[in-house]
């Protein structure tokens, strides 16, 4: 779900005007914003996280879902006032909600001064009015870019009208085909143990729930190389926990002719040094090969974690989705995950309330997820989307029936949660400590490889050898003390 982080840069000596950014939504948009952060800085432009200090500020936008949607509007007309009654002198809007509604961005929020897609992140330069300072030439070339790839999938349902956007009033008219790479500038809003690496970015499937395609435009891998490039040059710099980040990372390097592409570069990063946490986010249910668990299962530091959102275990409920499968080819293949890699972490999402769900398949749903018994799941109602396949069935669910119905499938969760976190009291895993906890000052906090960044729960530590203080960014092996319904306490041993 969409998270709000507030990071900032000022420019250099000859337009020494400050620009702060906020950023919202996914990893994804977090890695687009540290792209154009890092654009920024290579044109003399330095970093503050104070929006009240900018004379620009730049809201990236999240577009996924209507609460996203209403989230970046409030953001930005929290960041007017900033611009009405503060310090700024000008205010961009880049990310999802520029490629969905461009010309009504600028129409009815006139104090916005520039808006800047998700495929167009070089005319952020042009967009904040940083003049890029005279220097001496910069290894990086700011407007290389990963080729330009498809695969036949994606070509053929461009073909079907999948990435259309004939029915957005004022969307940017053609789609994204941005990739950032190894070459281009970028500044880590991310601590400096960990950091995502987007190695793809689209998307091919035809999810009638889903609008991303026409947000992100179609499928495209980074090339092979750059990612490596791109993991040694993090990992040198002190990184050892790298996410890799896509839309559909099981999907990687199919346009670019590799087969069995996301266990092929998993395999190489494993043999980068300094790494020790290595994982990847999100995996499409019918593309998780035997090839890649074996990948997995072979490299103690490639994290025994999977993600697959499932989206729902009815097949008559994925057949109207247009993803397909069902409870028992899903119970099957979560056999052979938990049987190829002893112990591996299993996270999923569904969406509950789809149009025209009847009582049993809910049901069926609910049974699923009793049977397979997930290390962490996610439920979200269905959020009915201008665009997208699902927005036209006649059948929808009221808000009331659909909150009910997720709070119920939550609950189940809950249970099943509880019981997993209890089994594994006594039990020895490595810790990476991430500081003093959110919760209380009293405490440390940290995650161990079940736990991906920000998103799983977390794991409280009460307790450390007398003397050997902890520090942040650093590995440490604890035992699992308590355990609650989604958060672990431990002790460092
Ligand atoms: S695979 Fe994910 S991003 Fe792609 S269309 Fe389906 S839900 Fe959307």
Redesign the pocket.
Known sequence: MPAKKNISATSGPTAPAKVGFVSLGCPKNLVDSEVMMGMLAQAGAELTPAAEDADVIVVNTCSFIGSAQQESIDTILEMVRHKTGGKAKRLVVAGCLVERFHDEIRKNIPEVDAVVGTGELEKILAAAGVVEAPRAPSPFNILSSSPQTSRPEGDHRRRQGRFARDSWDGAVADLPNYLYDDQTPRVLATPGYSAYIKIAEG?D???S??I??QLRGQFRSRRFESVIAEAERLAQSGVREITLIG??TTCFGEDLGLKDGLALLLEKLAGVAGLQWIRFL?A?PNKITGRLLATIAAHDNICSYIDV?L?HASPTVLKRMK?GGGADLFLRSIEKMRRVIPGVTLRTSFIVGFPGETEKEFEELCGFVREAAFDWMGAFGYSDQEGADAFDHAKKLSPREIESRRKSLMSIQKKISRARKKSLIGREFDLLLEGTSTESDLLLEGRTAMHAPEIDGKVFVNDYPEGNEPKKGEFYRCRITAAHDYDLVAEIV
């Open positions: 998307c499937h035809p999810c729930f889903c991303i395609p839309q559909d999100y499409y959102p989206q993803r």
